[in-house]
């Protein structure tokens, strides 16, 4: 036990990286499943921007991307699943 209090202690003691990480869509596209949306949601569209879906511990992801550069993203919003009850009815 003693060992691994230790190796917790020298992990947390690690500086960490200078620059965060950016998520690109990139990254994204291999990594996660997702569906391509025809357009964002009113709240989160925006010029220069695109949006892809996920689904995850019972909520609907949208992930937003700029369409410059690296693509990188810009904004993320979940919202509760159970707001399809309505349509499956």
């Not at 060992?3 to 990254?27: I, K, N, Q, S, W």
């Amino acid at each position: 036990m003693r060992f691994c209090a230790t190796a917790l202690f020298a992990l947390l003691a690690t500086p960490l990286a200078a620059d965060p990480f950016v998520m690109t869509y990139e990254a994204f596209e291999q990594a996660v499943p997702h569906i391509d949306l025809l357009a964002c949601p009113v709240d989160l569209d925006g010029p220069g921007r695109f949006c892809r879906l996920t689904t995850h511990n019972d909520a609907l992801n949208v992930f937003v991307f700029s369409e410059d550069g690296d693509q990188p993203l810009v904004a993320l919003k979940s919202w509760p699943a159970d707001l399809l009850a309505g349509l499956m009815d």
